[in-house]
């Protein structure tokens, strides 16, 4: 266990990390690591979540061709989904997208527009699913990162309703990829 961790904290991160493949099992290690530390300081920067140790061991991690969003978040949602079918009642999913804002950083690509058009990044739709009953979260059901696109000045908003990439289906599409409840059986 990690020095300075807290045994809940540990636990829950080795639970919902300690599975990533990443092909190399010390990535899966930082992965519960900067995970522990996160989960510890939930709010703030990252410098303020971690020590120095730690930061850099993220920042490797994050920046190693190996580890993607899709892997990271895949371990993560199969214990949420097991969560929710194992939680027996109304699991409630919320919705709501943010913008990352990645302004700034050069080394960052294939971002488009947030805020006020005058930055860059990305918008995060993330679907947390609820034990209703325990007022409980139980995780990320599903996560959804997309590029805003850039709207052609004069464009009608028959065309932008109608585009495809349209931010407002983000919602249905992380919906999507959520399995659906079992059916209840009535009793007999």
Same mark, same amino acid.
Request: with cysteine.
């Given at each position: 266990?990690?020095?300075?961790? &807290? =045994?809940? /904290?540990? *636990? *829950?991160?080795?639970?919902?990390f +300690?599975?990533?493949?990443f092909? &190399?099992?010390?990535?899966?290690e930082r992965a519960?690591?900067?995970a ?6 939930? +709010?703030?920067?990252?410098? !303020?979540?971690? +020590? ?11 920046n190693?061709p ?6 990271? %978040?895949?371990? !993560? ?17 919320i919705? &709501? ?7 700034g %950083?050069? *080394? ?6 947030i @805020?006020?058009?005058?930055?860059? @990044?990305?918008?995060? !739709?993330? /679907?947390l ?8 979260? %139980?995780?990320?059901a599903?996560?959804i990162?997309?590029?805003?696109? =850039?709207?052609?000045?004069?464009? +009608? ?5 109608e &585009? ?5 289906r %983000?919602?249905?599409r992380?919906?999507a ?7 209840? /059986?009535?009793p007999?």
């Amino acid at each position: 266990m990690e020095a300075g961790c &807290d =045994r809940g /904290v540990c *636990s *829950s991160a080795e639970t919902d990390f +300690g599975g990533c493949r990443f092909g &190399d099992q010390r990535l899966t290690e930082r992965a519960v690591i900067s995970a522990a530390a996160i989960m510890r300081h939930p +709010g703030g920067t990252l410098p !303020h979540k971690m +020590g120095a140790n730690e930061l850099f061991g993220f920042y490797r991690l994050a920046n190693n061709p190996k580890v993607t969003h899709a892997k990271m %978040l895949q371990c !993560h949602r199969e214990q949420t989904l097991k969560a929710m079918e194992a939680a027996g009642g109304v699991v409630l999913l919320i919705s &709501d997208t943010t913008e990352v804002d990645f302004t700034g %950083l050069e *080394s960052a690509q294939d971002l488009g527009p947030i @805020g006020n058009g005058s930055c860059r @990044g990305l918008l995060c !739709h993330n /679907v947390l699913a609820v034990d209703y009953a325990r007022r409980e979260v %139980l995780g990320l059901a599903n996560q959804i990162t997309h590029k805003r696109r =850039r709207v052609p000045k004069g464009e +009608g908003q028959k065309a932008k309703r109608e &585009d495809p990439q349209r931010e407002g289906r %983000l919602w249905k599409r992380a919906l999507a990829d959520v399995p659906s409840p079992p059916a209840e /059986v009535a009793p007999t």
